[in-house]
């Protein structure tokens, strides 16, 4: 098993070389090694990631944030921040996106406390907004199949009206 302090002397060797893609998966073997120890058993300036990357990590926290960010995001989903839309940007709201990986930093509390809509669910909503359009107009604008929009509009149709 590799010590610690050598995955940490290797991630800023690496990122002081500019061999980004080999500092961020340091990271990342080096965070899941953080996330098994105890907080309790770590100095006071060591119990969150932040602090522990801020105090050992030559380049600082922000630095290993992207670092480890562009790691959990190779093959990982991008989630809209405002209405949780998945991958790139199909809503086309502005709204930042972050990363759906665990690691990615909470955007607030709207984000934590609001599930995220399924499908189905913005394809209703969708509907109901412009009842007028075609499922194939509103699937090409939300990024959702013409069959989810046909799905919804028939349970639209038959739920009793409010």
């Not at 607030?108 to 406390?113: I, L, R």
């Not at 394809?123 to 604008?141: L, T």
Request: charged share 30%; proline share 6%.
């Amino acid at each position: 098993m590799i010590d610690t302090a050598l995955i940490i002397q290797a991630v800023n060797e690496f990122e002081r070389c500019g061999r980004l893609i080999a500092a961020g998966l340091g990271l990342v073997k080096l965070r899941e090694r953080y996330d098994t120890w105890w907080r309790d058993d770590l100095p006071p300036d060591e119990r969150t990631w932040r602090a522990y990357t801020a105090k050992h990590m030559r380049f600082g926290a922000d630095r290993a944030d992207f670092l480890l960010g562009r790691m959990t995001r190779i093959g990982g989903k991008m989630r809209c921040t405002r209405c949780g839309t998945e991958s790139g940007c199909p809503c086309a709201c502005g709204a930042a996106y972050v990363p759906t990986h665990r690691w990615a930093r909470a955007a607030g509390p709207a984000e934590v406390a609001a599930p995220e809509p399924t499908a189905l669910a913005r394809a209703m909503a969708a509907i109901a907004a412009h009842p007028e359009r075609s499922n194939r107009a509103i699937a090409k604008e939300i990024g959702l199949s013409e069959p989810t929009l046909r799905r919804a509009r028939q349970k639209l149709a038959e739920s009793p009206a409010e």
